[in-house]
T-cell receptor, first 113, second 116 residues
Framework: NAGVMQNPRHLVRRRGQEARLRCSPM?????VYWYRQLPEEGLKFMVYLQKENIIDESGMPKERFSAEFPKEGPSILRIQQVVRGDSAAYFC???????????FGQGTRLTVV | AQSVTQPDIHITVSEGASLELRCNYS??????LFWYVQSPGQGLQLLLK??????LVQGIKGFEAEFKRSQSSFNLRKPSVHWSDAAEYFCAVGLDRGSTLGRLYFGRGTQLTVWP
């Protein structure tokens, strides 16, 4: 049973470009969470999705960031017109209802140059 | 507002020594509590978790943690540290009852260095 898969592991974008980060949850998991880890900081919650629904996006920046979890395929975190401050590690986690503790992917390290 | 505090940013211990990493939380009720470990460039691995019941929780890799309600603490311990334990450790609080418990609030982490 494969774990949470994120790709790419490393992503370099120039300022103003778009970044797309993908997350395939563990088999059987229908709940996906995205977190951002800035240097020297812990992880900050961004968004919680279930299939085709955004449940809680209270941690998402109001502009340029969006997330989806379609019926088929991975969850996507999209960052439009990236800026240097978007450089961070982005982690995806998945769980099933009632399970204890989410399982994390390896993360995508985004560098904006 | 909910918060998770890990007061020690960096801890250094000798291999074979005992270890205690501190974690305090601020929340009106008893949250669900977790410890994760992160090696450089890697994701987070769940070490252990507390939901209810016995306040001393056993985890993987020889770690344990004790929930103390009166102190709002959930400290992580290991009796004898191995060099491979060098990593960053995160305490986390889950507040979503009745849902999947996936949404977590994290402390800033404690970096553990182990001397040979």
């Amino acid at each position: 049973n494969a774990g949470v898969m994120q790709n790419p592991r490393h992503l370099v974008r120039r300022r103003g470009q778009e970044a797309r980060l993908r997350c395939s949850p563990m088999k059987g998991h229908s709940h996906v969470y995205w977190y951002r880890q800035l240097p020297e900081e812990g992880l900050k919650f961004m968004v919680y999705l279930q299939k085709e629904n955004i449940i809680d996006e209270s941690g998402m920046p109001k502009e340029r960031f969006s997330a989806e979890f379609p019926k088929e395929g991975p969850s996507i975190l999209r960052i439009q017109q990236v800026v240097r401050g978007d450089s961070a590690a982005y982690f995806c986690a998945s769980s099933i209802k009632g399970a204890g503790g989410a399982f994390f992917g390896q993360g995508t390290r985004l560098t904006v140059v | 507002a909910q918060s998770v505090t890990q007061p020690d940013i960096h801890i250094t211990v000798s291999e074979g020594a005992s270890l205690e990493l501190r974690c305090n939380y601020s929340y009106g009720a008893t949250p669900y509590l977790f410890w994760y470990v992160q090696s450089p460039g890697q994701g987070l691995q769940l070490l252990l978790k507390y939901f209810s019941g016995d306040t001393l929780v056993q985890g993987i890799k020889g770690f344990e943690a004790e929930f103390k309600r009166s102190q709002s603490s959930f400290n992580l311990r290991k009796p004898s540290v191995h060099w491979s334990d060098a990593a960053e450790y995160f305490c986390a609080v889950g507040l979503d009852r009745g849902s999947t418990l996936g949404r977590l609030y994290f402390g800033r982490g404690t970096q553990l260095t182990v001397w040979p």
